[in-house]
């Protein structure tokens, strides 16, 4: 039994905003390759809409392609009843996932920004959702923009504690804390933890645009944490049409994240011996260098 659980986001929120489409044979190459480094979260797709979101027009050929592994859980991104509805059909299919996420943003200016609607008809679309997938998926909830927002500026800790206790309320018992823009840091990282609902079981979720996504993960394990969120190489990290700012804004990069973890004493159970090899598969399939440090200089002895 490992210490911590990760969940590989490299598949979804890697490749959302990659302007070339990536063939469904690499992604479903990709996603077998992260089961069997032992990782038992993997966010595989998202139920998209194709017009807005075309890296996912694949996503239920992609499913019915996996083969299934004992102990990896695949995660699909629902942003609204349509998409849960598109999860419900290849579960009936046969090749459905086996968690879905359920979005919401912790500003008004977010939500109108990167879902085209308000705070308060998004949580009307959560409860519609939660309605029609309970006890056919394992819900997670998202708080976006948990620890600042690229529009509004600071957001109220409080604001979020009130989400995540409306999720568990729904019965959604996971919950991710999102730093959208890597505006967290360890102190305010502690401050937002001691904040929420004893019931939830939370996701670290950090991005690291500002250098500071490991230090977060730290301060999160120390708070109690022990769930977290990554990507192989960094990649991934802002929703499509939606833009922060220039810079890098990727998620916190798996291998180094592992690599820190291990150094720790912090059991991972992800195979260290493929590790680095699944992060150059990724920076072949992508065609470019990626932001892993341990990549390039070799995993922490």
């Not at 950090?206 to 708070?223: E, I, K, P, S, W």
């Not at 991934?236 to 004493?265: I, R, W």
Request: hydrophobic fraction near 45%; charge should be neutral; glycine fraction near 10%.
């Amino acid at each position: 039994m490992s210490d911590v659980t990760l969940c590989e986001c490299f598949a979804r929120d890697g490749l959302q905003h990659e302007p070339a489409f990536v063939p469904t044979d690499a992604k479903r190459a990709l996603v077998e390759r992260f089961a069997a480094l032992g990782f038992p979260r993997v966010e595989a797709t998202s139920y998209s809409n194709p017009k807005v979101v075309p890296q996912f027009a694949d996503a239920s050929a992609l499913l019915a392609a996996l083969p299934r592994r004992a102990g990896t859980l695949y995660k699909a991104t629902c942003a609204n009843p349509k998409a849960v509805e598109r999860a419900l059909a290849d579960l009936e299919a046969g090749c459905g996932v086996n968690e879905i996420s359920l979005l919401v943003s912790a500003t008004e200016a977010h939500t109108q920004k990167n879902l085209n609607r308000t705070r308060a008809e998004q949580w009307a679309n959560v409860e519609e959702m939660v309605q029609l997938a309970r006890g056919r998926f394992r819900l997670v909830g998202t708080v976006s923009v948990a620890f600042g927002c690229p529009f509004a500026g600071k957001v109220d800790p409080g604001i979020v504690a009130e989400d995540v206790a409306r999720f568990v309320a729904l019965g959604v018992a996971h919950i991710a804390l999102g730093d959208t823009t890597g505006l967290a840091t360890p102190k305010s990282v502690a401050a937002m933890v001691a904040r929420m609902p004893r019931a939830a079981t939370l996701i670290a979720h950090f991005h690291d645009t500002r250098g500071t996504g490991l230090v977060n993960c730290v301060a999160a394990y120390d708070a109690g944490i022990r769930f977290f969120d990554s990507s192989f190489g960094g990649v991934g990290g802002h929703p499509a049409k939606v833009q922060y700012g220039g810079g890098h804004t990727g998620n916190v990069c798996t291998e180094d994240l592992v690599s820190l973890f291990e150094s720790m004493g912090i059991d991972t159970g992800i195979d260290l011996g493929g590790l680095l090899d699944a992060a150059r598969y990724c920076e072949q399939v992508l065609g470019r260098e990626l932001h892993g440090r341990v990549t390039r200089s070799g995993l922490a002895r």
